[in-house]
């Protein structure tokens, strides 16, 4: 059997109800997005303190680790012990990470909000990075995926103020993570395919927030060839896209589409009227 | 005449255009916001890489200086220099700024994302804040901040990905600023309103954002008293709105909306029925 870092289980309730007073002036219960501080902590040092819905916060923590590169394998992972009393996720690791100050020193100057990005060095890496060329995704598979995630019960629907994102094998969901921060969703979902030695080569990264250089990135990072957002992109998105070659569609939503980079991957339907 | 730093004037295009295929198959150029890269240097000595819009650098600059509490005054700032050959942003202070390094270090560790958020000292800061409570909103005038917003030319209406915030007197925008982080716009806006000596202690905050536990941390460090959103908020959102007694509505859209916290600012409309 595959190694496995000893875990915890420790997600949070997802949502709680508030009162609150509408243009009618009557009091409503409404449900809200729970967002908690968890600080993580890898051999005892502090490194950040992530705002989240708490849904995953092992695979959370893992995939932050990962996506940070301050771990290199899952293997390096001894443990993921989360303690909402004290709002804290202990990892220890096999051996110590070498670097590790260097490697935080570097995370500082570097991360920002638009922010939540590493950059610099991360560039470089993505540079030489190369996906898949011989998958494909139809237009079919890309429907009945923007189908299942349609169908599918969201914190989002009932409470709103949270990112959603999906890890899908062709119109399957294999993960659907959502959080207050939509880098922690990403996150998690890395985490969790590290866990279960998931290879993201020939899969799809869904999500609902924008395409951002930093989530082009993390889906580059993971090897993953296809990115469907809901939501639009932004100019340094679309151009990181272009340079890794991925096939990135944008306001994916019902039967509308917009496919802007990696063509090549995406095949259209062939309407029935040309086959007449 | 009140101080001023010397700055430059350095906005960027904000939208461009990319030829992107519909479900039709058709090739339609479609606008996209900007993201760039702005590194922020302090009297030589790199602090952060933002992605930005870049549609304020200057007040970004001096804003994300402001609400990381490096600087306590606009007086501190001699100048500020965007030069986007180098995609970087020089500030120089009067005086340098008094543990850098100490200050530096806790924003490490404490700088997330959910992310984007300085935490532990900020809420000691929090808890002691008093926000005025002899100013009042109105529905009518709640509306027609909203009325005024939806008239707005945005980059969001052409190229979407974007967030805005505003600073409004009473239903007047005094200034309203998009960028790819949210984050960015409140502290372009924190800058703006350093630069012009504008208080917001009687002022409406509004954002098309989520209310995260930052998004009120912020406004309440700004004294801003009545927080807008078009969209929800998170639980740490609402307990911190809760302890600060600010006066906050989510779900704000045309005459709909959801008042939440600090009830005693808000004036509900007279219904004409009620005074026949």
Same mark, same amino acid.
């Given at each position: 059997m595959a190694y496995r870092p000893k875990l915890t289980s420790a997600s949070r309730p997802l949502t709680t109800e508030v009162e609150a007073l509408n243009e009618r002036g009557e009091a409503l219960p409404t449900p809200i997005a729970g967002e908690h501080p968890l600080t993580l902590y890898v051999d005892k040092r502090e490194i950040v303190t992530l705002m989240t819905l708490g849904q995953a916060p092992e695979a959370l923590a893992i995939g932050y680790l990962r996506n940070q590169r301050l771990?290199?394998?899952?293997?390096?992972?001894?443990e993921v012990q989360v303690d909402w009393e004290t709002d804290s996720v202990a990892i220890v690791t096999r051996k110590a990470i070498k670097g590790l100050t260097e490697k935080m020193k570097k995370r500082t100057v570097t991360t920002?909000? =638009?922010?939540g990005t590493v950059f610099g060095d991360l560039m470089e890496e993505i540079e030489s990075l190369r996906l898949r060329d011989d998958v494909r995704l139809t237009e079919d598979t890309l429907y009945g995926l923007l189908e299942a995630v349609r169908h599918r019960e969201t914190i989002y629907k009932s409470a709103g103020a949270v990112h959603g994102c999906a890890l899908a094998d062709r119109a399957e969901i294999l993960y659907f993570v959502e959080d207050v921060g939509r880098h922690n969703a990403v996150d998690a979902i890395a985490g969790q395919m590290w866990l279960d030695r998931?290879? =993201?080569?020939?899969k799809i990264f869904y999500t609902t927030g924008r395409l951002t250089s930093e989530m082009v990135i993390k889906a580059a990072q993971m090897r993953i060839p296809f990115l469907v957002s809901r939501s639009g992109l932004t100019q340094m998105g679309y151009e990181i896209a272009s340079k890794v070659g991925i096939t990135m569609i944008g306001r994916a939503v019902n039967k509308h589409y917009l496919l802007f980079t990696g063509r090549h991957r995406f095949v259209r339907q062939i309407m029935p009227t040309m086959l007449a």
């Open positions: 771990v290199r394998s899952i293997e390096e992972i001894a920002g909000c =638009g922010q998931v290879d =993201g080569s020939d």
